[in-house]
């Protein structure tokens, strides 16, 4: 399969709009990986082999935030679910506009080196 940077940007961008994650194989591994890294995004996001295929998961991840939430929403040591379903809701969506907004300025600008 040929496909370009750009095609691979546009693929993973409108896959986190629509989903909030992308698949992508493992001969795209390292040209994401790659990409990630030179768009300071990699620490946004995480990548996941999926068992006994060649496909990868790319999600954010919420190991960044979920500290903070769960200490938001700790109260004299009982959590309250509701604010912390919410603070990791609230969070997940700031990331994952962060990493498409930088992808999209990445795909209208030249290739990263």
């Known amino acids: 399969m040929s496909f370009t940077l750009a095609d691979l940007r546009n693929r993973i961008v409108s896959h986190l709009r629509n989903y909030g994650f992308s698949i992508f194989t493992s001969a795209e591994y390292q040209i994401v990986s790659r990409l990630l890294t030179s768009l300071g995004i ?8 999926i068992p006994n295929s060649q496909y ?5 991840d919420k190991r960044t935030f979920i500290t903070e939430c769960r200490n938001l929403a700790r ?13 990791v809701e609230s969070k997940s969506s700031e990331a994952l506009n962060k990493v498409i907004e930088k ?4 795909t209208n600008s030249s290739p990263p080196p």
């Not at 990699?42 to 082999?49: A, C, G, Q, V, Y």
């Not at 990868?56 to 954010?60: G, N, P, Q, T």
């Not at 109260?75 to 379903?85: D, F, K, Q, S, W």
Request: a positive charge; charged letters at 25%; glycine letters at 0%.
């Open 56 to 60: 990868y998961l790319l999600e954010i």
């Open 103 to 106: 992808l999209t300025q990445a």
């Open 75 to 87: 109260r004299n040591e009982a959590t309250n679910i509701n604010i912390l379903v919410s603070c």
């Open 42 to 49: 990699h620490r946004d996001l995480t990548i996941k082999k």
